[in-house]
């Protein structure tokens, strides 16, 4: 397959795929340079939501070889003018941007940095006009069995970035977390409860709903409480010292890129998050594993629009500066187990495999993610916020953003997964 370039709406393109074929890069080669044109048509001048002209921005990008960077790199190189100081440990999924003669060359830089400890990232924020800090541990598998590292990851090492802002007075958009809300004031009553039907013990509202963790002894919630700290922090340091910020919540953001498969892009002793846990089964043959019944409910937004969303929050200061965003897709809510039953048949359409003879399986959450797991019930965000401010609203069915991950999915990882299986059966 060539990669494909040239416009965000073009298609995906798969991390660490071989062109093989010479007629294919003459073909890519093609592509590029007609994707160049298009690039350098379509970004023209740039108005915000106002209608006032956007000036080239440069961005210091922190996380941005992960599964969101690598997103709104790619937005930012084929779809606008903006420049990016690119920072990460990890540098994979921007591969494709970052190599040379690309027509955004000269507007995208890769730092390998880790910010723990890096006396280069104060430099690279008072370079920018603007700073997203992305970087985090984000994998429930590891809140309650890493929980010391996802407290420093979230809290700690976040902290300098805030400072250098503030000190160099840099505009700051953090990524935050849906899980900040915890569990909803409705989890809470009698089952046969007709509030729980009530749309305000549910729904979740930036500036209403509070934040409901459970006991210490459940670290499970260290990310969410690591997170809403940097919250607090970052609110304070915008009511005390004029910090400029945004605060992004991000609900079960999904698309291409997301996370690994375990043993064939990351450690197979490591657990992804679930899309890429369910993708993994899939491939594999195996029975899906529902923790707990997988009767947690979860709301899906497909990557490019929520990716949409954030360009308006980097192009809109005076829309975005001081406001929490929820960014989600109430429309698009599954339970786990759903969400298990319409990955297996959206993958049984695009690989063409047969359905599973046993296609989930229950485990308990103890079993899965061992001691100090707990879960959310709910979550679903209040959009009125984001819409009055940033006029942003979703736009894809979950059924279409999984037939493109899955189909992504397959075509990247599927021959590579059949491998490993042969391998280990032949040994
Ligand atoms: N994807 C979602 O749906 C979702 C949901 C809620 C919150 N978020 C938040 O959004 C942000 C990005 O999430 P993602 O899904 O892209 O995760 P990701 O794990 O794919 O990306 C995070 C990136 O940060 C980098 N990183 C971590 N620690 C670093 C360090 N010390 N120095 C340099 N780089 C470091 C990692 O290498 C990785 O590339 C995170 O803060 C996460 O908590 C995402």
Redesign the pocket.
Known sequence: MALRNGSYDGGFVAVGEEVEVEEEKEEEEEEEAAAAMVVTTRVGVRRNLDGEQVRPLKLCI??A?????SHLCEKLMWDTHHSVLA????GD?IQHLLAPGKSWSDRIEFYK????HDSRLEGLIKLSDLVI???????PADYNTRPLDTIY??FI?ALPVVQYCRVNHKRLIH?????VYGKTIGSFLPADSPLKKDPAYYILKEDESPCIFGPIEKQRWSYACA?QLIERLIYAEGAENDLEFTI???????GPR??FIPGIDGPSESVP?VLACFSNNLMRGEPLKLVDGGQSQRTFVYIKDAIEAVLRMIENPARANGHIFNVGNPHNELTVRELAELMTDVYCKVSGNPRPAVPTIDVTSMEFYGQGYDDSDKRIPDMTIIKKQLEWEPKTPVYDLMESTLTYQHTTYAQAVKKAMSKTLAN
């Open positions: 922190i996380g070889g992960g599964f969101i960077g920072v990460d440990v990890y999924k940095i880790n910010i723990k800090n992305l970087a985090a541990i984000c994998t990851s979230n090492d990524f935050s977390t849906c899980e997170k992004v919540r991000p609900f079960n953001w999904i997301m996370d998050r």
